[in-house]
């Protein structure tokens, strides 16, 4: 009776109370939203580095290079010869070094030359076909795949940069010789080829530039092979917890290429866009607060127009503990719904950001989970707004029923 009263009560003032409503349900979604995306992202980067204790490149932002190399997220900072990998490669101290050259794409995913010990160290195994054993094989990740419709077999060209381009490699096409199994990793939006791929797709790009008395393809190939050969990157694993203090001095200090660690680089960039989610996060906070006190204005407000509707329940046989509950149930109806409409809110926030990462990163998130930090969020409103009902609450139990008459 008292709850079907109070809803009775909010219809008097609609517009308030629906935006008081909204402006809760905002900071809610703000906040879930936020928690569900930043605790995937950190999942997923922390899966991609395991197993990496240095990434050598070429000079420049080691940030960038783990971006560019790891997360395959950013451009990379430049290229490396092959004779300087292969020397940090023969270091007594690395247990493995995983050889990388990036430069091009495929519909937007990255083809990344390599090794079949990339695939190893990711754990991924094949649900179709091999792996590739020779130039121009290519072994697509799940998600290029399944967004792409490959089967093995199929030829795909290639193009020029990491991003969706019509400078395509039409005379180098790659076969699909292998597609792999998701492991909810980076490898699933990558295409991976042999090393030599890369090279002999650049090498015929830079002849291709070549006056047109049309040299012979031996020649061609005799001339690609002299050109000395680079790398975008090495993915080390020491061999030794030694290794951590000598080989990035000993890279940085002593040689033209850069030594980044990603676990110290993923610290630094999670600090720096935790700075960020925090700051949204409080603003979140602020909106679920804002509202409290709008319900709080609006229930006081209430209280005050109507001590004539509560004096005529007094009457009627109303004691002050039901006009009490009556106004705190008020509060807390306009509390849950803003709740309900918070974490309807997130679901589409988290499905808009998992929409827009997956096509400009295809980094794919899970939009539908449950965060349990969602229930001590929910609880954090339902208090806020039974704590700004109380004020009113306690004025309409202290209403006077012969003030009330007296003043006519």
Sequence with gaps: MIARLAVLNLRFRLLSNIFNIAVLGLGIAMIVTLLHVNEQLQQRFTRDLK??????????????????????????????????????????????????????NYQGFRIVGTTADYITHYRAEIAQGKIFSASMQAVAGSQVAQQQKLNVGDKVIGAHGLTSGDDSHDEMPYEIVGILKPTGGVVDRLMLTPVESV??????????????????????????????????????????????????????SESAMQAASPAFELARLLKLTGAGSDAVRGFGALLVVIAALGFFVTLFNAVNERSYDIVLMRCLGATRWKVFLLVLWEGL????????????????????????????????????????????????????????AIIP????????VADVLARG
Aim: proline letters at 5%; aromatic letters at 6%.
């Design 393 to 400: 609450a306690m004025l309409a139990y202290r209403v006077n």
């Design 51 to 104: 197993g990496i204790d240095m990434v050598v490149g070429a000079k420049g932002s080691p940030m960038q290079l783990i971006l560019s190399s790891v997360f395959h997220l950013d451009v990379p900072t430049g290229n490396i010869a092959l004779a300087d990998a292969d020397t940090i490669k023969r270091h007594p101290l690395i247990k493995s070094a995983i050889p990388l050259a990036l430069g091009d």
């Design 333 to 388: 109806l306009l509390g849950v719904s803003g709740i309900i409409l918070g974490l309807l809110l997130a679901r589409v926030l988290m499905h808009l950001a998992a929409s827009w990462l997956e096509q400009s990163k295809h980094i794919v998130l899970e939009a539908a989970l449950f965060h349990p930090y969602e229930m001590y969020i929910a609880l954090f409103a339902l208090v806020i707004s039974a704590l700004a």
């Design 199 to 252: 090279w002999n797709v650049h090498g015929e790009e830079a002849e291709s530039h070549e006056s047109d008395d049309h040299k012979h393809d031996h020649k061609k190939e005799k001339k690609a092979e002299q050109k000395p050969r680079e790398i975008t990157a090495l993915l080390v694993s020491y061999a030794s917890p030694a290794a951590a203090v000598t080989l990035p001095r000993l890279v940085n």
